[in-house]
């Protein structure tokens, strides 16, 4: 017997051991609550498919606007209240300086505003998604912040499944059709006099050195009790770059773990590191099983090619048992996230009826199976990175941190013949001949940031 086997043996008897079996159980809890948390998700946006549905049979043919199809009467649309739409630009090194200041810029909104729409520069809103946020604000006038999140079009690169993997747990909390305690920076309706009169320290917050607009102001919601909701209707369409390589993948990770290291008082530190932990407990614990099933189904087949008896070995096929469970409990995971993705598109494409309309066709499965570990395997790596770097480069400038706040920002030297360096997710293709990125590996990027690791921090004194 080759010293292969006996380690692949030993390492399946191991991995029946009473820890391991925990870890391998909590693997397939973690895959059941994702499942769960998609299919309540997915209750909640199918409710408001049905009620589009029950609009349009009772001769309702612009529900996609609003459900009460006298709201479109002049008389009802001429006292609606005025909202300052704010769209700062993204994925130019030149503007991203300004991108996490952009709120705090309100000043020059119309003095009649009553609210402030705050937008990426590449969501796609749909033709009714203003007016929905505005109506829950004016019906429910406690609300701090109105938000809503992306449905990630994949477009066919490992990079992007792996985007579109990142977003999916998170897109539970944001279809609860109510109230949540999750906040995307690239949707945000707010009350205009809360910025004009700095209530809750909105404004001295974001221009305190806060890297993060969302995570800022979430932080302020929380420390308040302040109420932020998210229609069933906020769901906007993101189709990912179609040249969207591992490269800008982890540049992409690198900058939503490094928002954690970013906060206000003391009590947004301990939820951060509390999220800080948990994601990355959560993550690693997500992955193992996998490893251990790979372990498991090596060691029998390598135990029934070779025709080994249990006299020669001690061997267990208990480790299948596991296995066989760990592939019901993903099925079941992703059979949920495929039911969720497939009712978001049927509502975009109802929300949006003279879009061109999406489809699930072009999703590989397989791709986002293979998503799901990678991206869970690395996300631990990159809060680790970002939590002793307390820096990122991201667009060509260097942000660091020091004490939760932006100390200092450095633009990165760049040659005139170069083009602007392209940071956005979204599928757009703005270069030229000029300034096209490299097609380096994952690998090569991930080099170059650990190069960086131990790099002097720079701060301002």
Known sequence: MSSLDLLLFSLSRAFCSPIAVFFQIQG?????????????AAYVRNREIKQMKDCMKNGNSFSFLCHD?????????VDLPRVTVIMPLKGFGEHNLHNWRSQVGVETMHKDSKYVLFLDDDVRLHPGSIGALTREMEKTPEIFIQTGYPLDLPSGSLGSYCIYEYHMPCSMGFATGGKTFFLWGGCMMMHADDFRQDRYGVVSGLKDGGYSDDMTLAAISGAHKRLITSPPVAVFPHPLASDLNFGRY??????????LESYLTNVNWVMNRALFTTHCYLSWGFVAPYFMAMIHVAAALRFY???????????TSGGLSLVTFLAICTLVELLSMWNLTRIEV??????????????????????????????NFLYPVSAFRSHFSQSINWSGIRYYLKDGKISKIERTPRSKDMGPVFTDLGG???????GLPTRGSFLSSLSRSLAQWHQPKKFDN
């Not at 929300?351 to 999406?358: I, K, M």
Request: hydrophobic fraction near 40%; aromatic fraction near 16%.
């Open 28 to 40: 397939c809890l973690i895959c059941l609550t994702l499942a769960l948390g998609w299919a309540c």
């Open 69 to 77: 199809i006298n709201e479109l009467e002049h008389s009802y649309q």
């Open 250 to 259: 982890w540049n992409y990770l690198r900058k939503q773990t490094f928002v």
């Open 305 to 315: 090619y070779k025709g080994f008896s249990p006299e020669e070995i001690a061997y």
């Open 346 to 375: 049927q509502l975009c494409n109802m929300l949006s009826p003279e879009a061109p309309q999406l489809s699930l066709a072009s999703y590989n499965w397989c791709l986002v199976f293979i998503a799901m570990l990678v991206d």
């Open 428 to 434: 757009k293709h703005l270069y030229g001949k000029k």
